[in-house]
């Protein structure tokens, strides 16, 4: 393998992980109604233990998360995360009963949530400071892939072989799971890891000479352990010297989700049926939020080295609002389905652009080497959790406002313009800055 192609390679295959994420994230959409129907669940056990339920898993992942990416690694992490993809997705396939389902729903949530945190974290430490935003945003790329091509596939299988083979659509995702988990074998350790948990200096000087060709490796392992302060790894993890990574992982993890990016996607034909479509559609309409997410996030990936992550999240907040409280207006009037769909679309081009684009790569930067696999998981735990939480409670709210879900729209637009008062005097610029430079801005 040639010397220069390990850092593409590496990220490529622990980039899968987030292509699984996506896939698993957006698959649900299609069997949301189907699997009402056949199980005659109502709107709050649909909610909370057919839809929500793989999001708790999520939590509980990104949660532990950190545990295992620091006690044993992010590669050996990662391998078990695909695993449990693989039986979260036959076993989701072979559901008996509601109950059943919502087991294998759970264990596939444990993986996304632990890939959200281990997946950021392997990338952010074997790239260099110039590239490490568009190589990170890779785990992005392949979420926002993994969600198109399960709208593409929940479409093609309910159009030929009908909406009833919800199986087939969970199913499928057995297949890219194995191939992840034998791909990752092939990835060498993160080097950070292995210099300063192992203390492994010949191995982590080894993989950094493959990934920095022509570099002084020396130097870079001293600034490497310098950034290591006596203790650091005794410290607890909520003191206020680490309190302003944090805020900033929190706020950045809230706004993501109060935004309604995962309401959007998990109930996207549904929305559009709201709006007016019919059910053949809507389905097809939400092929077009999966492409039209995977250009704007190809965009953002290319622009987040050049223009920053803050000027990105601006121009994200600015879409935001624009997008959402036309939707509102939209419901609101009856204004018809064209205008909600064209809206939607703008919605998760600014959510793909911004966002999306920014928060793994952001969280990933902003805590020192000793706290980051804990602060990983602190960020992605609170982004699941409200996760979670909206998917729970959308659909009894919407039941509530009589199927017009106009004011959810307004509010998902007010939290926007709160996000965009945070990016501006807030958030802190990271774009070109070390891993171990950054660690002395923020804990200064």
């Not at 233990?49 to 998360?65: E, K, P, Y």
């Not at 092939?186 to 200096?201: G, I, Q, T």
Request: with cysteine; aromatic share 14%.
């Amino acid at each position: 393998m040639p010397t220069k192609n390990n850092l593409l390679i590496w990220t490529i295959t622990v980039a899968v992980s987030g292509f699984l994420f996506g896939f698993d994230t957006a698959v649900i959409s299609g069997a949301d109604q189907p699997i009402q129907q056949l199980w005659n669940t109502s709107p709050a056990f649909h909610s909370w233990f057919i839809m929500s339920m793989a999001l708790w898993g999520t939590v509980i992942g990104a949660l532990l998360g950190g545990y295992p990416t620091e006690k044993y690694g992010r590669k050996n992490t990662l391998f078990w995360i695909g695993v449990l993809y693989l039986v979260s997705a036959v076993g989701s396939g072979l559901a008996w009963d509601p109950y059943s389902f919502s087991i294998f729903r759970f264990i596939g949530g444990l993986g996304v949530g632990a890939s959200s945190v281990a997946a950021p974290i392997y990338i952010s430490e074997i790239a260099p400071a110039k590239n490490r935003g568009k190589l990170v945003a890779a785990y992005q790329f392949n979420i926002v892939l993994g969600i198109l091509v399960a709208f593409l596939s929940n479409y093609l299988i309910g159009e030929f072989l009908g909406v009833g083979q919800w199986r087939l659509m969970l199913g499928l995702e057995a297949l890219p799971a194995l191939i992840f988990c034998i791909m990752i074998l092939k990835v060498s350790e993160s080097p950070r890891w292995l210099l300063l948990h192992k203390h492994d200096e010949k191995s982590a000087a080894d993989i950094l000479a493959k990934l920095n060709p022509g570099e002084d490796i020396n130097a870079l392992i001293q600034d490497i352990k310098s950034s290591e302060k006596a203790g650091a790894r005794a410290e607890k993890f909520f003191t206020k010297k680490y309190s302003l990574p944090i805020l900033l992982a929190f706020l950045l993890a809230f706004f993501n989700q109060v935004s309604g990016i995962n309401f959007v996607l998990y109930y996207a034909p549904r929305i559009f049926e709201m709006a007016g479509l019919g059910a053949s559609t809507a389905l097809l309409s939400s092929i077009g939020i999966g492409i039209t997410n995977l250009v704007f996030t190809i965009l953002g990936v290319y622009l987040i080295d050049r223009m920053g992550r803050k000027k990105l999240m601006i121009i994200g907040s600015i879409g935001y609002i624009i997008t959402l409280s036309v939707i509102a207006w939209a419901f609101m009037t009856n204004a018809g389905g064209t205008v909600v769909v064209v809206f939607v679309f703008g919605f998760i081009a600014a959510h793909a652009v911004g966002q999306g684009a920014v928060i793994w790569v952001f969280i990933s930067e902003i805590f020192p080497n000793s706290m980051r696999a804990f602060g990983q998981a602190w960020g992605t735990g609170i982004h699941w959790i409200f996760a979670a939480l909206i998917t729970a409670f959308t659909l009894p709210v919407i039941s509530m406002l009589g199927d017009n879900p106009w004011p959810l729209f307004a509010f998902f637009g007010f939290m926007m313009f709160l996000q965009l008062l945070f990016t501006l005097f807030i958030m802190p610029e990271t774009k070109g800055v070390s891993l171990e430079d950054l660690e002395k801005k923020l804990l200064k």
